[in-house]
T-cell receptor, first 115, second 116 residues
Framework: AQKVTQAQTEISVVEKEDVTLDCVYE???????LFWYKQPPSGELVFLIR??????QNEISGRYSWNFQKSTSSFNFTITASQVVDSAVYFCALFKRTGANNLFFGTGTRLTVIP | EAGVAQSPRYKIIEKRQSVAFWCNPI?????LYWYQQILGQGPKLLIQFQNNGVVDDSQLPKDRFSAERLKGVDSTLKIQPAKLEDSAVYLC??????????????FGSGTQLSVL
């Protein structure tokens, strides 16, 4: 069975601080994809990154960086120099490749950046 | 590129009433999904269409929920009759079909349903 755990329910940081959002996943599939989505107050889910299970190379995109460690089944997301516009709920998700397409979402982490 | 359109944005109904949501996916996207997001939880897949055929509806409460995608474009999701526990945000998403590399889904802004 697939499962995604985001242990941090809410995080508050002061603007310009760095913050890391944790994501731990479980799957028996050998091929899978991991995602991070941002959900601002408007409600729409915004795609941030996709990583497949064979690619453990970390990625940096501007102020965002992702650390994928297959050995610990973790896919953590770091925002450097946080800004007020980063305030949102962030979801980690696992896509299982076998069977019908499906994304399994974690329960989300609400990030509040205080000016 | 236009995004996934959903309407209405908000809906308030009383329990046992019926309600319908509409979704217009991104043009050319063969795959359409309906997700239910209860407050404090991640989105849960209700149903997935490939063109106008159902790929996965294993988590759809079929005694009260129904969905259709006529002509493989727009889709409607209906709840009849609604229960209090149906209060949630209903998200529609679409993607271009590729079972091997379904890279990302494009989500609409959702319909926030409150059942009183």
């Amino acid at each position: 069975a697939q499962k995604v755990t985001q242990a941090q329910t809410e995080i508050s940081v002061v603007e310009k601080e760095d913050v890391t959002l944790d994501c731990v996943y479980e799957t028996r599939d050998t091929t899978y994809y991991l995602f991070w989505y941002k959900q601002p107050p408007s409600g729409e889910l915004v795609f941030l990154i996709r990583r497949n299970s064979f690619d453990e190379q970390n990625e940096i995109s501007g102020r965002y960086s992702w650390n994928f460690q297959k050995s610990t089944s973790s896919f953590n997301f770091t925002i450097t120099a946080s800004q007020v516009v980063d305030s949102a709920v962030y979801f980690c998700a696992l896509f299982k490749r076998t069977g019908a397409n499906n994304l399994f979402f974690g329960t989300g982490t609400r990030l509040t950046v205080i000016p | 590129e236009a995004g996934v359109a959903q309407s209405p944005r908000y809906k308030i109904i009383e329990k046992r009433q019926s309600v319908a949501f509409w979704c217009n996916p991104i043009s050319g996207h063969a795959t359409l999904y309906w997700y239910q997001q209860i407050l404090g939880q991640g989105p849960k897949l209700l149903i997935q269409f490939q063109n106008n055929g159902v790929v996965d509806d294993s988590q759809l409460p079929k005694d009260r929920f129904s969905a259709e995608r006529l002509k493989g474009v727009d889709s409607t999701l209906k709840i009849q009759p609604a229960k209090l526990e149906d209060s949630a945000v209903y998200l529609c998403a679409s993607s271009s079909y590729d079972r091997a590399t379904n890279e990302k889904l494009f989500f609409g802004s959702g319909t926030q349903l409150s059942v009183l």
